[in-house]
């Protein structure tokens, strides 16, 4: 989870995932929208991936990035839980 969080911290990550919200796009797409570099967005594509919020998946040259979030529902159920755990002993 510590990974979650590190990916989620930084705006142009929550930007990339806003992006891929909406479409598959590869790194060269995902480039375009930000003033930085592509290895800078690979960068920012690669603490993603490792956090499981992106999978990529090669296509000849390309590589399509698509979001993911299973570790987003995992996640968000476990703070959910705790939350009602909380307000269950405050009773």
Do not use: C
Request: aromatic share 6%; charged share 30%.
């Amino acid at each position: 989870m510590n990974l979650l969080f590190k990916a989620l911290r930084d705006p142009t990550r929550r930007r990339i995932l806003e992006m891929l919200k909406e479409r598959d796009l590869t790194v060269g797409e995902i480039s375009d929208a930000f003033a930085m570099t592509t290895p800078s967005i690979s960068y920012h594509l690669d603490l993603l991936k490792h956090a499981q919020l992106v999978s990529a998946r090669k296509n000849g040259q390309f590589v399509t990035y698509s979001l993911e979030t299973t570790v987003l529902d995992e996640s968000l159920g476990w703070i959910l839980d705790l939350i009602k755990k909380r307000k269950g002993k405050r009773k």
